[in-house]
């Protein structure tokens, strides 16, 4: 019977491969966890980066400026469910007073009407849009190079192997050529 090993040992790149692979996995699951304990809290800053300080809304024949501020009584770990609540949206009326809406009510003029919570949101869902395909156009770029670098390498290690061998049998045929004479 023969006394080879049944299996095979594991190189060190292996190994440092493979731990590479567990640290990344347990950073990705930890990372996971507290992403997903903080959620609300996350979407709020998002979106409150996103939101404009403003937005000028036609409602009828009048144009009317809206204002949308932080809510500072808003707890986005107490309050998760109500996420419009992070905000507060007013107008300025002819008296130079704040006139504020809550949630999803809305301003009415006569038979006109438009939620001003749903428009600023419409214009963060714009702008987080533009972001998400400026990302996948970042995406495709970085896969493309990495596929044009893992291309260089492999064609690099293929002419060091070709460069080998043409090398063993340069060496070879001056063998044999020093052996004939």
């Known amino acids: ?7 095979k040992k594991i190189s060190k790149k ?19 966890i507290a992403i997903a304990a903080n959620q609300t809290a996350i979407y709020t800053k998002f979106v409150s980066y996103l939101m404009p ?8 024949d009048r144009k009317i400026t809206f204002y949308s501020e932080a ?7 107490t309050q998760s469910s109500v996420p419009l609540q992070a905000f507060k949206y007013y107008y300025i009326d002819e008296n130079n007073n ?6 999803m009510q809305a301003y009415e003029d006569g038979d006109n009407s ?3 919570s749903l428009m600023f949101l419409l214009e ?3 702008k987080s849009d533009s972001i998400g395909d400026a990302f996948k156009i970042v995406a495709a770029v970085v896969v493309l190079i990495l596929i044009a670098v893992a291309i260089f390498i492999w064609f690099k290690i293929w002419c060091r192997k070709e460069d080998e061998k043409k090398a063993q049998l340069n060496k ?3 063998k044999n050529n020093k052996k004939k004479k």
């Not at 809510?71 to 770990?77: L, Q, S, T």
């Open 114 to 116: 438009t939620i001003p």
């Open 172 to 174: 070879n045929n001056n």
């Open 1 to 7: 019977m023969d006394n080879k090993k049944v299996g």
């Open 124 to 126: 963060v869902k714009a």
């Open 53 to 60: 300080d403003s937005l000028d809304i036609d409602v009828g």
């Open 98 to 103: 704040k006139v504020y809406f809550d949630g």
């Open 71 to 77: 809510n500072e009584e808003y707890n986005p770990k």
């Open 14 to 32: 292996a190994k440092i491969i493979i731990s590479v692979v567990l640290v990344f996995a347990v950073i990705l699951v930890s990372g996971s």
